[in-house]
Structure formats: structure tokens, C-alpha cells
């Protein structure tokens, strides 16, 4: 019996030192991929694993969240400062993300910490609690009607900014397009003599 509880503090302890070296980045564009993530942090951390975090309450394929493990506590303080200081970019455009340290809560697989008893009982329409808990219902009911309304607004926002994305895009190739064209065709040695510019320079 001991061994276990003993078995059980090493399992959470090693929990705890996995959460240290985790962060947790919000506000993802749904085109956001392992590879994506890999290659935005590789200038400051290793990344160990990416556990992309669903919503499966809403009807909606909205920018998701990810629990990002790395090397060490040190990569994952690193990589908060990076993503706060700096934009994400992706397709060449920054990205609203968030990112900040883990929390224990977060993981869907965390074990339980030892010693912690957790009491569960059904409440029944006469006791104390009952009326309380009625209106916590409602309240749950009337948030999840204004958090479906804030997402359906942030799902205009994000195909509004994958538009403007797109134009930039489209806009920077043809820019690319257009010089390459003129160094081919030999225009750019007519502009260069129109207006004195020597191009050995």
C-alpha cells in the first residue's frame, strides 16, 4: 500500500515538472499544424509534444488552443516572453495569439494528487443547495448563448484577416513577378539609362 502512495507522489511530481516546461497558447488559426508551432518557437525552444485542444460543445471550427511541452522550464519562460514580445506569424501576417505558462487543470490526463478526496452527491429538488444551484443553470444557459454570439464574431474576424492575408499575399507575388519580368526582358537596363542610374553600382 505504501509503494503505491509512493508510486502515486513520483506520478504527480513528474506531472508538476511536465506542467513547468509546458505553455499554453490561445487564439490559433485553425491551419495552425505541429510543424507550424515547431518552426515558430525553434529560435528558443525544442518542442517535445503538441496536444491541439478541441471544443467539441460548438458547431464551429474556430481557432483552437495547444498545450506546448518543451525541453525545460527555462525554454518554456523563453518562449512566453517570445510570443508576448513579438507577433506569430503566419503565411506572412501576425496572428493574434496568446501564450502563457500551464496550468495543472489544463491536461486532460493529469493524474490525481495524492491525498486529494473528492465528495459527489446528486441534489434533489427540496435541499438546500437546490434553489442555488437552479440559478447557476440559467446563468450557465445565458453564457453559453453570449459565448456562442462572441465566437460566431471572432469567426468573422478570422475570415476577415485570412482575406487580408490573402491580398498581402497576392499583392507581394505580383511585386516579385513584376521585377523578374524586368530583369528578363532587359527593361531594366532602358530604366536604369533613362534616369542615370548605373546598375554596376
Same mark, same amino acid.
Given at each position: 500500500m505504501?509503494?503505491?502512495? /509512493?508510486?502515486?507522489?513520483?506520478?504527480?511530481?513528474?506531472?508538476l515538472?511536465?506542467?513547468?516546461?509546458?505553455?499554453?497558447?490561445?487564439?490559433?488559426?485553425?491551419?495552425?499544424?505541429?510543424?507550424?508551432?515547431?518552426?515558430? #518557437?525553434?529560435?528558443?525552444?525544442?518542442?517535445?509534444?503538441?496536444?491541439?485542444?478541441?471544443?467539441?460543445t460548438?458547431?464551429?471550427?474556430?481557432?483552437?488552443?495547444?498545450l506546448?511541452e518543451?525541453?525545460d522550464?527555462?525554454q518554456?519562460?523563453?518562449a512566453?516572453?517570445?510570443?508576448? *514580445?513579438?507577433p @506569430?506569424?503566419?503565411?506572412?501576417?501576425?496572428r493574434?495569439?496568446?501564450?502563457?505558462?500551464?496550468?495543472?487543470?489544463?491536461? +486532460?490526463? +493529469?493524474?490525481?494528487?495524492?491525498?486529494?478526496?473528492? *465528495? @459527489?452527491?446528486?441534489i434533489?429538488q427540496?435541499d438546500?443547495?437546490? /434553489?442555488?444551484?437552479?440559478?447557476?443553470?440559467i446563468l450557465?444557459?445565458?453564457?453559453?448563448s453570449?459565448?456562442?454570439?462572441?465566437?460566431k464574431?471572432?469567426?468573422?474576424?478570422?475570415? /476577415? #484577416?485570412?482575406k487580408?492575408?490573402? /491580398?498581402?499575399l497576392?499583392?507581394?507575388?505580383?511585386?516579385?513577378e513584376m521585377?523578374?519580368m524586368?530583369?528578363?526582358?532587359?527593361?531594366?537596363k532602358?530604366?536604369?539609362?533613362?534616369?542615370?542610374?548605373?546598375?554596376?553600382?
Open positions: 505504501e509503494t503505491s502512495k /509512493e508510486q502515486a507522489s513520483k506520478d504527480y511530481a513528474d506531472f515538472d511536465k506542467v513547468k516546461r509546458t505553455v499554453y497558447i490561445d487564439q490559433l488559426s485553425p491551419q495552425v499544424t505541429t510543424q507550424v508551432i515547431k518552426a515558430a #518557437l525553434a529560435q528558443c525552444a525544442n518542442v517535445v509534444n503538441v496536444e491541439f485542444i478541441v471544443n467539441y460548438i458547431p464551429y471550427d474556430i481557432p483552437s488552443a495547444a506546448v518543451l525541453d522550464d527555462m518554456a519562460k523563453a512566453v516572453e517570445l510570443m508576448t *514580445d513579438f @506569430f506569424i503566419i503565411a506572412g501576417m501576425p493574434p495569439v496568446k501564450a502563457t505558462y500551464a496550468k495543472p487543470e489544463m491536461f +486532460r490526463d +493529469r493524474p490525481p494528487r495524492p491525498g486529494l478526496k473528492k *465528495d @459527489f452527491r446528486w434533489k427540496g438546500d443547495e437546490h /434553489e442555488a444551484m437552479k440559478k447557476l443553470k450557465a444557459k445565458r453564457q453559453q453570449e459565448n456562442m454570439a462572441l465566437i464574431n471572432l469567426l468573422d474576424e478570422e475570415k /476577415e #484577416l485570412a487580408q492575408q490573402q /491580398e498581402a497576392d499583392g507581394n507575388c505580383k511585386k516579385y521585377l523578374e524586368v530583369m528578363q526582358n532587359g527593361a531594366i532602358n530604366l536604369a539609362h533613362r534616369y542615370g542610374v548605373n546598375l554596376d553600382d
